[in-house]
């Protein structure tokens, strides 16, 4: 085994080992072992089981909570969360292929949400799905948006400031600001305010 492949062998056993510690003691170490390998990032609460692709990909903001089991993809493309954003449990962000997510700040987000910058190509029929590759766009989630449980955000999207996704929705278009919306795909419902 050479040298190089040692050290990334070691570190990833270490990240490992760090990402799985329960309770405060776990989030002081993540803080404390994270901060330096992140892009940028302010106060989190990283909760274990928690994984991150790309630590150099990836931006947080101040008062960032992460419950367990949340993913954090961000290999080839940059990840931001904004200040005072909640990541419920077993969460998946995934930034791919120069399509970015930037989360605004105050945002919070239900159990079993995926956002995802990338999807399979399928417009010919002689070549496998699976062959044809992928096509990428980034997606932006304003500020103060509620995202309920067990949504699927596609490539793409914009969710305006201070919208709300009902539960159980599929985004596959822009939310206007201050919008409502829910559904498979999800519709408007009514305007807030």
Not at 68 to 84: H, P, T, V, Y
Not at 171 to 193: M, N, Q, Y
Request: proline share 3%; glycine share 10%; with cysteine.
């Amino acid at each position: 085994m050479r040298l190089s492949s040692l050290k990334y062998y070691l570190k990833d056993v270490a990240l490992t080992a760090i990402r799985a510690v329960p309770t405060r003691l776990g989030v002081f170490l993540r803080r404390l072992i994270y901060r330096p390998l992140m892009g940028s990032c302010g106060s989190m609460d990283i909760l274990s089981d928690v994984e991150i692709s790309c630590f150099k990909n990836m931006h947080m903001g101040e008062a960032v909570t992460v419950e367990r089991r949340c993913s954090l993809f961000c290999a080839n493309a940059e990840l931001r969360i904004g200040d005072d954003v909640y990541l419920n449990k077993n969460v998946q962000l995934g930034s791919d292929g120069g399509g970015k997510v930037v989360v605004g700040s105050h945002v919070m987000f239900g159990p079993n949400t995926v956002v995802v910058t990338a999807i399979h190509n399928n417009d010919r029929l002689d070549i496998p799905m699976r062959r044809q590759g992928m096509t990428y766009d980034s997606v932006i989630i304003e500020d103060d948006v509620w995202i309920g449980a067990n949504v699927v955000v596609l490539p793409g999207v914009t969710i305006g400031q201070g919208a709300i996704i009902g539960a159980g929705s599929v985004v596959t278009s822009d939310v206007e600001a201050f919008s409502v919306v829910g559904g498979v795909p999800a519709k408007l419902i009514r305007k807030r305010g």
